[in-house]
């Protein structure tokens, strides 16, 4: 079962500002990339479960953060059925995340109190995922909306909680613009986790990127 609750994983969304995306068959590869991320500051991770038998390899990284990375919360994203989210919150998974509203993954979360965040592309989305309990909304795409959209939905529904994943970079511009028109914290995968880190093995680049990206966030955050 989680072991954080889904107000602690919000507020932990609120005050690191970012989520990593990370997906890759090879566990010890997987366990490298995370203590990069924690050793860089980042205290959740979203593991997008897109290959097979995905549920091995998050079981072996989410066993890991439990036992060598204290504070570091493990997430599952990509999940598009109530039967996946069950299976890995069984594992552990302390929020789940998914690519379209779907109400049944709602009730599975919702029965075990994990906080779910479903990807919405309208307001008529976001107010029925706000309905069903969602306490944080993905905007996915990203990079189709922008922050402009963001901006237009915070007008009339200050209280939405968004989070941006896709067309987020490490540049500060980027996300100078997606934080003032705001959101709460936005998802990062590619862009961070890159290509080119996962072959060069290069870790402690990682690291200096995550690090370095949370505290542009914090600058952009201070009041």
């Not at 050793?39 to 593991?47: I, N, P, Q, V, W």
């Not at 302390?94 to 379209?100: A, C, E, H, K, Q």
Request: some cysteine.
């Amino acid at each position: 079962m989680a072991k954080y609750s889904r107000l602690e994983v919000i507020k932990t969304m609120h005050d690191t500002g970012m989520v990593p995306l990370f997906y890759h068959p090879d566990v010890e590869l997987g366990k490298k990339v995370l203590k990069a991320c924690y050793d860089g500051g980042a205290r959740l991770m979203e593991f997008t479960a897109r290959g097979d038998f995905a549920f091995e390899v998050f079981s072996q990284l989410n066993k890991f953060a439990l036992n060598k990375l204290p504070g570091m919360i493990m997430g599952v994203g990509s999940i598009t059925d109530a039967a996946a989210a069950s299976m890995f919150m069984q594992m552990g998974a302390n929020f789940i995340v998914t690519p379209s509203l779907r109400e049944d993954i709602a009730k599975v979360c919702n029965r075990r109190k994990v906080l779910w965040s479903p990807g919405c592309g309208s307001l008529t989305e976001i107010n029925r995922a706000e309905e069903l309990g969602c306490e944080i909304v993905k905007l996915f795409p990203g990079s189709t909306y922008g922050p402009e959209f963001v901006k237009a939905i915070k007008g009339p529904q200050p209280w939405t909680s968004i989070m941006p994943t896709g067309g987020v970079s490490t540049e500060e511009d980027n996300l100078r613009a997606w934080f003032h028109a705001g959101v709460t914290c936005v998802g990062m995968g590619s862009k961070l986790i890159s290509k080119d880190i996962l072959e060069d093995k290069d870790f402690k680049a990682l690291e200096n990127l995550v690090s370095n990206t949370l505290g542009t966030i914090a600058k952009i955050k201070t009041p």
